[in-house]
T-cell receptor, first 111, second 114 residues
Framework: DAKTTQPPSMDCAEGRAANLPCNHS???????VYWYRQIHSQGPQYIIH???NNETNEMASLIITEDRKSSTLILPHATLRDTAVYYC????????????FGQGTELSVKP | DTAVSQTPKYLVTQMGNDKSIKCEQN?????MYWYKQDSKKFLKIMFS???????INETVPNRFSPKSPDKAHLNLHINSLELGDSAVYFC?????????????FGPGTRLTVT
């Protein structure tokens, strides 16, 4: 499984878009990009995933570069409840494919 | 209804004891997992079961023994507890092990060994 690199922390003003970057330069063609978050003391929560195309759901948007070596998670209108650690993970969607959590990005949304 | 539930939420015990943590999912998923999050907040997979069959066993000491009585349950039994076992243990489930399926996590069990 490829490794990912994320900034350790970021701040965002409430109501503004939060753009969380992730570098996965060694990603393989069959590896998906997943984003999860962990709000303090809770279990991780799935946000979104993608392979090549940009994806959007009710929580966020995922922008994957054409070479797939990096991606950005966008929370369009961050709220205080979005304060959490965000994990970018690449995973082979096959038998034995594992979620390998790194250190993530600690996002603080401030009023 | 809670999708993935764990009991107990907190567990305080002494070194050398044997304890179990239970996990249940009501999502109809085929695959279940156990993760450990240590004091430094690193979250690491321990085991994965698919249809009651062990798929992943990540160099976990033999004192840890998962048991899957059916697809909806994956319990974790720990023998001879050690101080280093203190952590938060998360159970998770996904629709299947092969496919781009997301995992749903339980609320965690905070184990403290004294």
């Amino acid at each position: 499984d490829a490794k990912t690199t994320q900034p350790p922390s970021m701040d965002c003003a409430e109501g503004r878009a939060a753009n969380l970057p992730c570098n996965h330069s060694t990603i393989s063609g069959n590896e998906y990009v997943y984003w999860y978050r962990q709000i303090h003391s809770q279990g991780p929560q799935y946000i979104i995933h993608g392979l090549k195309n940009n994806e959007t759901n009710e929580m966020a948007s995922l922008i994957i570069t054409e070479d797939r070596k990096s991606s950005t998670l966008i929370l369009p209108h961050a709220t205080l409840r979005d304060t959490a650690v965000y994990y970018c993970i690449v995973r082979v969607a096959s038998w034995g494919g594992k979620l390998i959590f790194g250190q993530g990005t600690e996002l603080s949304v401030k009023p | 209804d809670t999708a993935v539930s764990q009991t107990p939420k907190y567990l305080v015990t002494q070194m050398g004891n044997d304890k179990s943590i239970k996990c249940e999912q009501n999502l109809g998923h085929d695959t279940m997992y156990w993760y450990k999050q240590d004091s430094k907040k690193f979250l690491k997979i321990m085991f994965s079961y698919n249809n009651k069959e062990l798929i992943i066993n990540e160099t976990v000491p033999n004192r840890f023994s998962p048991k899957s009585p059916d697809k909806a349950h994956l319990n974790l039994h720990i023998n001879s507890l050690e101080l280093g076992d203190s952590a938060v243990y998360f159970c998770a489930s996904s629709q299947d092990v092969s496919g781009p399926y997301e995992q749903y996590f339980g609320p965690g069990t905070r184990l403290t060994v004294t």
